[in-house]
Nanobody, 126 residues
Framework: EVQLVESGGGSVQAGGSLRLSCTAS????????MGWYRQGPGNKCELVSA???????YYRDSLKGRFTISQDNAKNTVYLQMNRLQPEDTGVYYC????????????????????WGQGTQVTVST
């Protein structure tokens, strides 16, 4: 069973930075896709960014230039560097991994068929 463990969330003032980490067990980036979703209204998760073995496979256009995804394949770990954070970035961020297809850009949070992390809260204040 794939397990994902997230860390790095917290509270910051607008303009600040955070770095989220997600470490996988029972999963390899050699074949799969791994990334970060943000929970929105109605339990809808929007994909922020994702990586495959060779690097990024997806960036949400609205977040390009502020958020950067990176990876350490040997550690099965994906990072999300979040810079110039704004209040609208506030939310629960879920790490997710899929072994056979790219992560879709929108889906229900914690949907079956996908491995999910426990979620980490990011709060950005003015």
């Amino acid at each position: 069973e794939v397990q994902l463990v997230e860390s790095g969330g917290g509270s910051v003032q607008a303009g600040g930075s955070l770095r989220l980490s997600c470490t996988a067990s029972g999963f390899t980036l050699e074949e799969g896709d791994m990334g970060w979703y943000r929970q929105g209204p109605g339990n809808k998760c929007e994909l922020v960014s994702a990586v495959g073995r060779d690097g990024p496979t997806y960036y949400r256009d609205s977040l390009k230039g502020r958020f950067t995804i990176s990876q350490d394949n040997a550690k099965n770990t994906v990072y999300l560097q979040m810079n110039r954070l704004q209040p609208e970035d506030t939310g629960v961020y879920y790490c997710a991994a899929e072994g056979t297809i790219y992560l879709p850009p929108v889906r229900l949070c914690l949907a079956p068929g996908v491995a999910w992390g426990q979620g980490t809260q990011v709060t950005v204040s003015t």
